[in-house]
């Protein structure tokens, strides 16, 4: 899926994660801004990659702010940043998330 418009999830609240999609041609590219950005700057970076892959996300730009977030919580913010710019809000598929 390429990404046509913007979406955003999540807040700049201490442990939390604001996530943004937005259009990008090529591939998917992950820009990252994290307080913790050199002790897990690359497992989050990959950690994006991965869910847009399963997501099937061809292409777009993440742009992750981080302040702290545990995985499961950057995993939510993409996928509802996603769902939000797809505009699917029925028939979601949790099962494979």
């Not at 807040?11 to 939390?16: A, I, Y």
């Not at 913790?36 to 099937?56: C, E």
Request: charged content about 25%; overall charge negative.
């Amino acid at each position: 899926m390429k990404v046509t418009t913007q979406a955003i999830a999540g807040t700049l609240e201490s442990s939390d994660a604001q996530v943004m999609i937005l259009p990008h041609s090529g591939s998917v590219k992950v820009e990252l801004t994290s307080s913790v950005f050199d002790q897990y700057g690359d497992h989050i970076i990959a950690l994006a990659k991965d869910t847009a892959k399963t997501l099937g996300l061809e292409d777009g730009l993440i742009k992750i702010v981080d302040k702290g977030a545990l995985d499961c919580t950057i995993k939510a913010r993409i996928e509802t940043a996603f769902y939000r710019m797809t505009g699917q809000t029925a028939d979601l598929p949790w099962e494979v998330l």
